[in-house]
Antibody, heavy 122, light 107 residues
């Protein structure tokens, strides 16, 4: 059974750093794309980016490029999303998801984690 | 970037009704379109990929159609558990883009 289990809720102050995680099981984590999707309260879904753990190939949405870093550790089947300096506007639910790659440079999420709520407030 | 526009933004229907949600791409995306259901407080769930292929485990009352720029998601007989927000998503090329969502309620 494919499962993605995310780390727990986070409460941080503006300017602090943060790294959240997503552990995959039940499939070949290293050779599957894993990515992140943001869901802000009352808003729609926004794609953040993805990583291919085998060679760490990473792709970002232009809206998030430079604001976050996606990484992965193949040895523990875990992907990460991190911020070096949080802003209040980063407050949201963040979902990780395994992505299918049926066409060159095209991806869609098929299995999702349960979500990690991130609250940034002074 | 290609924009995805869904309509309506929200709708209310009765149990047993046939419900249709549309999604329009600002440029042609062939059939590289997926649909998701997000129940309140839950993670999204893949319903349809390739515009018309039903994901394993999804009830057969859900169906998808379309190609190019115009797509539809249809629920043939609305059930109470279908209360959710539905999103389309294009994946012909990065970056992935979602529609703004359609909120479905029961009358």
């Amino acid at each position: 059974e494919v499962q993605l289990v995310q780390s727990g809720p986070e409460v941080k102050k503006p300017g602090e750093s943060l790294k959240i995680s997503c552990r995959g099981s039940g499939y070949s984590f290293s050779t599957s794309w894993t990515g992140w999707v943001r869901h802000m309260p009352g808003k729609g879904l926004e794609w953040v980016g993805i990583i291919y753990p085998y060679d760490s190939d990473t792709k970002y949405s232009p809206s998030f490029q430079g604001r976050v870093t996606i990484s992965a550790d193949r040895s523990i089947n875990t992907a990460f999303l991190q911020w070096s300096s949080l802003m209040t506007s980063d407050s949201a639910m963040y979902f990780c998801a395994r992505h299918v790659n049926p066409v060159t440079n095209g991806y869609y999420p098929d299995y999702w984690g349960q979500g990690t709520p991130v609250t940034v407030s002074s | 970037d290609i924009q995805m526009t869904q309509s309506p933004s929200s709708l209310s229907a009765s149990v047993g009704d046939r419900v249709t949600i549309t999604c329009r791409a600002s440029q042609g995306i062939n059939e590289y379109l997926a649909w998701y259901q997000q129940r309140p407080g839950r993670a999204p769930r893949l319903l349809i990929y390739g515009a018309s292929f039903l994901q394993s485990g999804v009830p057969s009352r859900f169906s998808g159609s379309g190609s190019g720029t115009d797509f539809t998601l249809t629920i043939s007989s609305l059930q109470p558990e279908d209360v959710a927000t539905y999103y389309c998503q294009k994946y012909n090329s990065a970056p992935i883009t979602f529609g703004q969502g359609t909120r479905l309620e029961i009358k």
